[in-house]
């Protein structure tokens, strides 16, 4: 749960993408090669948590959604959360994702987290989170009633891993145990943050010499709003002045994190050389691919343009618009329309493909898949 496993960041993400269940993408992350030895580095990986939970509630014989029912929301009268997508799904009153197109908010994409539900796939409210804040203050007590040993939640507060500066604020930043442990401009504090790309933010922060927490969920991403809120929030309530503009600051960063990547792609696949190389005939590409870790990945001619279909049973199709030579163009991320992305293809001597590297399932250098049929 300190995230120094080894596991590259983003392992599993991609298989999270194409439609593989839980079961599936934890079995297949043995084919991820470690990014660091064992604790010997930091990266926060959400499958990573995932099995730490799946591990965690396998001697209970109950699944993880069961037992986090059980022994926290139901006992904390959290009546409105649930780590289960279809209990989200059943309130008429629940919010919509929504990322920025063109300049402007919208609605575009539905997200099932439940492949990742112990990392991220937690449905709730503010009043409802506001009882899980008091626990963890209360050090396990509820209602005075102990829920969760002190010693153990200790453990979760210790600085394990150093995270270095905060990216806005300056203060120095460590990681615990599924907790960001703080050294910053009002003392000691534990918090984490959360996001979908698809439209989704989250950030608690608890000071818990004051006993004070707050914690802001929105239904939009990317945005730094939680966090300046937080800043500001914190200003007021221990220096009762706000000291600067905390949620331009943090739009700022998270413009800076996402924004260069978003333009590196566009910039790559602006327009193809020019001249640009002929692609060969469809047939060429045409046919089924693998690897262990994607597994099955099929193409085929759809008319003049090419049909990319990967993940469990081709649950996601992409269309492929040729670029340059054997080199082809998808947009695969519903959240981001107009970031390219490039599928490209090593043609043999007899003309046809004997391989196939998919960009955007390459972030852990297992995106290029064998031909194994026609």
Do not use: C
């Amino acid at each position: 749960f300190s995230h120094r496993s080894g596991l590259p960041g983003t392992a599993g993400d991609d298989l999270e993408d194409i439609g593989y269940d839980r079961a599936e993408i934890l079995r297949r992350l043995r084919f991820v090669s470690p990014s660091t030895s064992f604790r010997a580095g930091y990266s926060y990986s959400n499958f990573g948590l995932t099995e730490g939970a799946v591990a965690a509630a396998k001697p209970t014989g109950k699944p993880w959604e069961e037992i986090a029912e059980e022994k926290l929301y139901r006992p904390l009268g959290m009546a409105s959360t649930s780590s289960r997508h279809a209990d989200f799904i059943k309130h008429a009153n629940r919010a919509a994702l929504h990322v920025k197109i063109d300049g402007v908010w919208a609605a575009k994409v539905k997200r099932d987290p439940d492949a990742q539900a112990p990392a991220g796939g937690v449905s709730s409210t503010a009043r409802d989170l506001s009882q899980w804040v008091r626990l963890v203050l209360g050090n396990g007590v509820y209602a005075g009633e102990t829920l969760i040993k002190a010693d153990a939640l200790d453990q979760t507060h210790v600085p394990l891993m150093a995270r270095g500066k905060n990216p806005v604020s300056g203060g120095t930043s460590f990681y615990g145990l599924g907790w960001n442990v703080e050294f910053g401009r009002h003392g000691l504090s534990w918090g984490h943050a959360g996001a979908f790309s698809v439209g989704a933010r989250t950030l608690v922060t608890l000071f818990p010499e004051e006993k004070l927490g707050i914690v802001i969920v929105a239904n939009a991403f990317s945005t730094g709003v939680p966090e300046g809120l937080s800043d500001s929030f914190a200003d007021l309530a221990f220096d009762g002045t706000v000291e600067k503009d905390w949620v331009k600051a943090w739009d700022d960063t998270y413009a800076s994190l996402f924004g260069p990547a978003v333009a590196r792609a566009k910039a790559t696949y602006a327009a193809p050389p020019s001249p640009a190389r002929p692609a060969a005939p469809a047939s060429a590409y045409a046919g089924r691919y693998f690897n262990d870790f994607i597994g099955d990945a099929v193409v085929s001619s759809a008319g003049d343009a090419l049909v990319l279909k990967v993940g469990p049973a081709g649950a996601r199709s992409y269309s492929l618009k040729h670029f340059d030579g054997d080199l082809f163009v998808t947009f695969p991320d519903a959240e981001t329309p107009d970031m390219p992305s490039g599928v490209g293809f090593v043609v043999g001597p007899d003309g046809k493909a004997s391989a196939m590297t998919i960009e955007f399932l390459d972030d852990n250098h297992l995106g290029t898949l064998r031909r194994v049929g026609d």
